[in-house]
């Protein structure tokens, strides 16, 4: 399970209303009968705001920062001031885990809340676990003994900043470095004898009670130009609602993708050897277990960058990635998918696809299916690419077809059908017919306009709604004064995308999410933006 704004067991609907920091609760028979029940929403602490949410097995899970401004509290200013915080261990990031009991909507209680230094990454649930990854900046303070210096050629300078080592185009050695005291006295800062007045080093559960690292679970990759920063991914026992165990690493990540199993945590920081001419990157993956034992597994590197959590893909024991390499601007890609195995402690790399898309592209969406994927590289059109990774030292490109525009989203609809979210000049929606793996076509298609903007699930695909059962499917956006989301249908006989209704509401909201749900014999839609709701029948059960 991913985090969402909007969460549901069948019966209660909880949501997140940002301009009020509150969530929200009603019911499935509220939205259908217009009579909402008094339930008191659960308020989060002033300053805090919400980064995910989760609703499993009557706990409803709420991860959410803390805005720290320790020099307003400690001088009676107004909180809400823009005081900068203290640089010292008061001013580490936080954020907190809480865990309520949700199952009597009557008697909401808090059942724990645990503060984690340092700043939320990302989260999964995995059966009864909840995973958090987040990043942690060593703090220290560090003073350094200055050094008085006699020269009148460095006199009358700012004394804020270092003084600038020209004076009338010409270079004066003496006084690169050199500060001015508020008496105009000229010095330098002696980096050879450094004081370390204060220091926070590593991140803390519930600030003093105890570390989030274990000295035999952290592990420090051995490269250059490494960064302080610790990423740590911190495991939480929903069922006891505690904090369980943890295991870090040293240096930043960015994406993470997770299987029933395992964990992957990707960066393009190591090795750090970003070259300007020829724009060399390469791809780090951190593997982690979940499937038994919680650990560090292993590591490997693929040449590029990849997207996002869906240029990964576990299936049957192999790693597939895919990543861009190179520079658009100088017209110089290369598109490429990688399939890896772990061997002892290492993930190396069983075959390669290279090539993919045309001088210039970059991979714009992806989406593994067992056996296949499907590829989308843009600069000018749109190549809609097959390809067949059922041999994994030979992945395979196996149809191609070009369209206008590109694809940011793709979702999977049946084995012949293939469903995307993108853009052609305004937002579009494309089906593709897949049936002949070698020669897909583009079966339907629908655009808007460019008045409407504001399409949630370009940016968050879990605001993209669809439902298996009768190929129904939301699809939430707005413009200046109001949201809407548009019911479709995938007509699987016609290979047609059918527009069934829309659902207003006015005034809207940036952030939109939709329900569709069946009650008794007829089909509802509604939509939620903030703190307005607005529900319809849609149609009738087949």
């Known amino acids: 399970d991913e985090s969402d704004i909007l969460k549901h067991d069948?019966?209660?609907?909880?949501?997140?209303?940002?301009?009020?920091?509150?969530v929200r609760i009603t019911t499935f028979l509220d939205l259908a009968t217009a009579q909402p029940t008094a339930i008191e929403p659960i308020t989060?602490?002033?300053?805090?705001?919400?980064?995910?949410?989760?609703?499993?097995?009557?706990?409803?899970?709420?991860?959410?920062?803390?805005?720290?401004?320790?020099?307003?509290?400690?001088?009676?200013i107004d909180i809400d001031a823009a005081v900068m915080p203290s640089p010292v261990k008061e001013s580490v990031e936080t954020f907190k885990v809480s865990i309520y009991d949700v199952g009597n909507t009557d008697d909401i209680r808090l059942l724990s809340a645990t503060t984690i230094d340092g700043s939320f990454n990302n989260s999964r649930i995995i059966d009864d676990d909840l995973y958090i990854i987040s990043q942690f900046s060593p703090q220290v303070t560090i003073t350094y003994p200055k050094i008085y210096i006699d020269t009148k050629k460095c006199e009358n300078y700012n004394i804020y900043r270092p003084l600038f080592a020209y004076e009338?185009?010409?270079?004066?050695?003496?006084?690169?470095?050199?500060?001015?005291?508020?008496?105009?006295?000229?010095?330098?800062?002696?980096?050879?004898?450094?004081?370390?007045?204060?220091?926070?080093?590593?991140?803390?559960?519930?600030?003093?009670?105890?570390?989030?690292?274990?000295?035999?679970?952290?592990?420090?990759?051995?490269?250059?130009?490494?960064?302080?920063?610790?990423?740590?991914?911190?495991?939480?026992?929903?069922?006891?609602?505690?904090?369980?165990?943890?295991?870090?690493?040293?240096?930043?990540?960015?994406?993470?993708?997770?299987?029933?199993?395992?964990?992957?945590?990707?960066?393009?920081?190591?090795?750090?050897?970003?070259?300007?001419?020829?724009?060399?990157?390469?791809?780090?993956?951190?593997?982690?277990?979940?499937?038994?034992?919680?650990?560090?597994?292993?590591?490997?590197?693929?040449?590029?960058?990849?997207?996002?959590?869906?240029?990964?893909?576990?299936?049957?024991?192999?790693?597939?990635?895919?990543?861009?390499?190179?520079?658009g601007f100088r017209g110089q890609t290369d598109n490429a998918v990688f399939t890896l195995k772990q061997k002892n402690s290492t993930l190396e790399i069983a075959g390669s696809l290279r090539g993919l898309?045309?001088?210039?592209?970059?991979?714009?969406?992806?989406?593994?299916?067992?056996?296949?994927?499907?590829?989308?590289?843009?600069?000018?059109?749109?190549?809609?690419?097959?390809?067949?990774?059922?041999?994994?030292?030979?992945?395979?490109?196996?149809g191609e077809l070009k369209v206008n525009g590109f694809s940011s989203y793709i979702h999977p609809v049946s084995d012949d059908l293939i469903l995307t979210l993108g853009r052609d000049g305004g937002f579009k929606i494309d089906l593709y017919d897949v049936s002949n793996f070698a020669n897909?076509?583009?079966?339907?298609?629908?655009?808007?306009?460019?008045?409407?903007?504001?399409?949630?699930?370009?940016?968050?695909?879990?605001?993209?709604?669809?439902?298996?059962?009768?190929?129904?499917?939301?699809?939430?956006?707005?413009?200046?004064?109001?949201?809407?989301?548009?019911?479709?249908?995938?007509?699987?006989?016609?290979?047609k995308l059918d527009s069934i209704d829309t659902i207003t509401l006015s005034p809207g909201n940036y952030e939109n999410r939709g329900i569709i749900f069946n009650l008794n014999t007829t089909i509802y839609g509604a939509l939620f933006s903030g703190d307005n709701v607005n529900s319809k029948v849609i149609g009738a059960v087949q």
Not at 44 to 71: C, D, W
Not at 364 to 388: C, E, M, S, W
Request: overall charge neutral; aromatic content about 16%; glycine content about 6%.
């Open 168 to 327: 009338d185009g010409r270079y004066i050695p003496e006084c690169a470095g050199v500060y001015q005291d508020a008496d105009g006295r000229s010095y330098r800062f002696d980096y050879s004898k450094p004081t370390i007045k204060e220091s926070y080093l590593i991140p803390m559960i519930n600030k003093d009670e105890k570390p989030l690292i274990q000295p035999e679970r952290f592990y420090a990759p051995c490269k250059l130009n490494q960064f302080p920063t610790i990423t740590s991914i911190a495991k939480f026992d929903i069922n006891a609602s505690r904090f369980d165990q943890a295991v870090s690493i040293a240096g930043y990540t960015k994406t993470l993708y997770a299987s029933a199993n395992n964990l992957y945590l990707t960066s393009t920081l190591y090795p750090y050897h970003y070259n300007y001419q020829e724009a060399y990157e390469r791809e780090m993956i951190y593997k982690f277990g979940i499937g038994g034992t919680f650990d560090y597994k292993a590591r490997g590197f693929v040449d590029g960058n990849l997207l996002n959590q869906y240029s990964l893909s576990e299936y049957n024991d192999t790693l597939r990635i895919a990543t861009t390499s190179g520079s």
């Open 440 to 495: 897909p076509t583009k079966a339907d298609e629908k655009v808007y306009g460019s008045s409407f903007y504001g399409f949630d699930a370009e940016y968050t695909p879990q605001a993209f709604i669809y439902r298996a059962s009768d190929n129904l499917f939301g699809i939430t956006y707005h413009d200046r004064t109001s949201s809407y989301m548009d019911i479709l249908q995938v007509n699987q006989a016609s290979k």
């Open 44 to 76: 989060l602490p002033k300053n805090t705001f919400l980064q995910a949410m989760y609703l499993h097995k009557g706990k409803l899970i709420l991860v959410s920062n803390e805005q720290r401004y320790y020099y307003a509290q400690k001088l009676g």
């Open 10 to 22: 069948g019966q209660h609907i909880f949501f997140y209303d940002r301009s009020k920091n509150i």
């Open 357 to 398: 898309g045309h001088e210039g592209e970059h991979i714009q969406g992806v989406r593994f299916l067992k056996n296949r994927a499907y590829l989308v590289t843009f600069r000018q059109t749109d190549p809609f690419y097959t390809l067949d990774l059922s041999d994994p030292a030979h992945p395979r490109s196996v």
